[in-house]
């Protein structure tokens, strides 16, 4: 898992720098980050974890009004009373688009990447993804998103809703 994360983290990087030292007049380079509150939604992680709490970094590249984002973020989610498994960490690191539809200011999002998810059994890599909408006042950003990871072991998608608040800055 380190390794993988090592990798995607250095490529991302590497398209950020690319993408910063060879900005044109059209090209954009923007940093951002979030608090997160997330509340689960599919019904066995809902059964089991309380709702989450965490926080997420990013930055990306655009031309006119589309961005290629790349993220790091962390949450965890408390446990239930029935839960033998503790509390769950989910540490994300995905690359993605934002699109914005109305000048810079309200705008959709996807990302896809591989999640680090941990607690008292698992400790495993798994697929992670999100779709959402935001809106970005000035240097105020607030976003909805429905996020989550595959369950390997479970089977389907472990899933929530995140609201999501912080600062974004252009480059």
């Known amino acids: 898992m380190k390794l993988i994360v090592k990798r995607m983290l250095f490529c991302m990087l590497l398209v950020l720098l690319t993408g910063i030292t060879d900005a ?65 960490s989910v540490i994300p690191v995905k690359g993605g688009l934002r699109h914005y539809l109305i000048g810079r200011l309200l705008y959709l999002h996807g990302d896809l990447g591989v999640a680090l998810v941990k607690d008292k059994v698992y400790n495993e890599s798994l697929f992670s993804g999100d779709l959402g909408v935001g809106v970005k006042l000035a240097g105020l950003e607030l976003q909805a998103d429905y996020d989550g990871f595959s369950q390997r072991n479970h089977g389907g998608f472990a899933s929530w809703i995140g609201l999501k608040a912080g600062f974004s800055f252009g480059l």
């Open 24 to 88: 044109g007049a059209q090209r954009v380079a923007l940093l951002f980050a979030h608090g997160i509150y997330a509340s689960p939604l599919q019904n066995d992680f809902k059964n089991n974890y309380k709702a989450g709490f965490g926080a997420e970094a990013g930055g990306g590249i655009g031309w006119n009004k589309t961005f290629l984002i790349a993220t790091i973020g962390y949450t965890s989610f408390g446990q239930t009373g029935t839960n033998t498994s503790g509390n769950i």
